[in-house]
């Protein structure tokens, strides 16, 4: 099952988010891990939900993986991942302001199960 950050607030003005970067850390000695991430931003008003980032990738054994996604407009925004294969996978998801300093985090043990992905046209 996937996992969600929910809504994560973005602070308007220069404490905000610029950029979410997702950290994916493969702890299987063995096996490859496949991992799909998606990212959306949601309008102040919470009326529109708009994907900017859709990721199918593969962590070798022992590896990391970064993904950088570029925010902007954002009143809040979501970062869905799952993890097929090794069981041994971590996700990691930062926001990241306009001088690159993480503002927020959210580990993969403080994000929630969902059922499914967030279907996208």
Known sequence: MPYSTGLIYNSSGVSGSTQILVT???????????????VFKWNVSLTSR?????NLIQVQPLMTKTLLY???DAGYY?????FF???ST??????IDSAGE???RVLQSEMTYIDQFTITS
């Not at 979501?78 to 799952?82: T, W």
């Not at 971590?90 to 926001?95: E, W």
């Open 102 to 104: 993480i503002i927020q």
């Open 90 to 95: 971590i996700t990691h998801v930062y926001g």
């Open 70 to 72: 570029a925010l902007s």
């Open 85 to 87: 294969s090794a069981t």
């Open 24 to 38: 994916c850390l493969n702890d299987s000695p063995y096996i490859p891990s496949n991992i799909e991430i998606q």
């Open 50 to 54: 708009t994907p900017i980032g859709i």
């Open 78 to 82: 979501e970062v869905q991942s799952d």
